[in-house]
């Protein structure tokens, strides 16, 4: 804290009504309290999100003298005064150098806010959520302000479409509300030095968007674009509805699509009568996705952001595919505990190569709806490759998916690592996600030379398994549930097991095949596998 008085100026507790101010919003506050410490509560109380590590004193109007001062003493206080916690700008200028450690983040100086703007089923949450895993695993803070997961904590069970009637005064009463919270949150992230803001909701009005711009301006955030996303296709708003019925919270436990198609067209309806579209004379930049991405509309689009915003979701679309991925099989360099290398497989790992082209065979194919064949995407090393050569799919090599360099240690025991390179031994166990390994990589550096397999992965309408090793798997499995860089290196890639993973609107499904039991040697080392049955799998979701 900046201020060290902490109470000694008064023995007498205050209790009054006060009014905190922060970046221009005011919260109501009934205090009761003795000391500075006491008033610092009772701010974080009314504004959770604010960084502790920002606090500095509290300005106060004197009511005689109509002059601001810091509040140093309790008895500064008056009934419905009004006490305001400037912004420490030079806190988001070190948080935003923090997160600048590589690659990406570094180049993107300004905040950001993304407006969505679209009808429902229009796709606009999952372009979202996209834009925001994208943006966040590429280094570059990223969250989604969702109005409508607003509106579901206030509103616990949703009946129907009647609440979005604009007759339905106390509904629209309680949007406006979640869509005013939601922003409000919004802005107080973006001011604590994160860059991308996503807004999330329809948007639809001229009035509603000026709002948007206004509060930013205000703000200080230079940078808004609009993402509006428009559909004009029968079809493609009908499998968004239907999608809606398997993952959307609204719809859960109602088993009857007919009901959940008729009530969502009739929402659908009631935003209609007020819908805008966005327009050049909003002199504002702005991003239209047609149809799913069958044409686009750009206008005064330019920056680095901007620009690379735009070639992702010119490789988005919203079809949904199941992206299946797998370890290579046991090598003799994992056999005999070695890192790294492009040795051939043991004799464990060519039966496992076999068992996972009968079981892909019988249980993937096209059985999976998808009206393409398989793809099957290995690393350039022999060991994956060698893993793929049974499968009877077309099949693409990247060196993208190869394992992590391990540089001079590579053909090293974990052992002779830890001796001949303690100190690098040593900032490996401290940090895993920004140790690079003398003359080798880090786990930074695998996900930077992932962003081409990750757009290829979200422009790919079919059905894709990826054989590749442990590092590049991890970060594409954070990628795509959502997670951050930090958990990269310690997410869990069991050896000889098949992952499935469906991107969907709302959450991101993901089903584990274990496949073949792991050599013993390695099982001692990682851990075996639970036994799961290969068939069935072990099922699992992430918002």
Known sequence: MTNTNNGSSSNNKKSMTLFFKFKGRVKKADFCGSTIDELNKAFFEKFPDFPPF????????NPEAKVGHEVDDINDLYPNCVIEMPQDTTQAAQLIARRSSIGYSVTVRESTALIMVGLPARGKTFIASKICHFFDWMGIPSKVFNVAEYRRKRVKTYKSHEFFDPANVEGQRLLLHCYLAALDDMMTW????????????????????????????REGIKRIIFIEAICNDPKVIEANIRETHYSSPDYAGKPDLKDVLLD?????????????????????????IIDGGRRFELHMIQGYLPGRLVFFLMNLHISPRTIWMTRSAECEFQEEGKLGGDSDLTLAGEEYAHRLAAWVAEHVGNDDGSEQELTVWTSTLKRAVRTAQYLPYPKIQLRGLDGLEHGLCDGLTREE?????????????????????PRGESYEDV??????????????????????????????????MGLEQEKCPNVPIPPHTLIAL???????????YPLAEFHKSLKAKNGSSNGTNATNGTNGTHK
């Open 54 to 61: 920002s606090v500095r004193p509290f300005h106060i109007m």
């Open 190 to 217: 973006m001011g604590q030095g994160n860059n991308v803001g996503i807004f999330d909701a329809a948007n639809m009005s001229l009035e509603r968007r000026k709002m948007i711009l206004s509060r930013c301006n």
């Open 264 to 288: 969502m067209q009739q929402r659908i309806d009631h935003y209609k009568a007020e819908y805008e579209h966005v327009t050049q004379a909003e002199n504002t930049p702005f991003i239209k």
């Open 417 to 437: 690592f830890a001796h001949k390179f303690p100190e690098d031994y040593a900032a490996r166990l401290a940090d895993k996600l920004t140790f690079r390994y």
């Open 447 to 480: 996900i930077q030379r992932l962003e081409p397999v990750i757009l290829e992965i979200e422009r790919s309408k079919h059905p894709i398994l990826i054989v590749s090793h442990d590092a590049p798997l991890r970060c594409l499995y954070a990628y795509l």
């Open 502 to 512: 469906t991107p969907k609107a709302y959450v991101c499904e993901v089903k584990t």
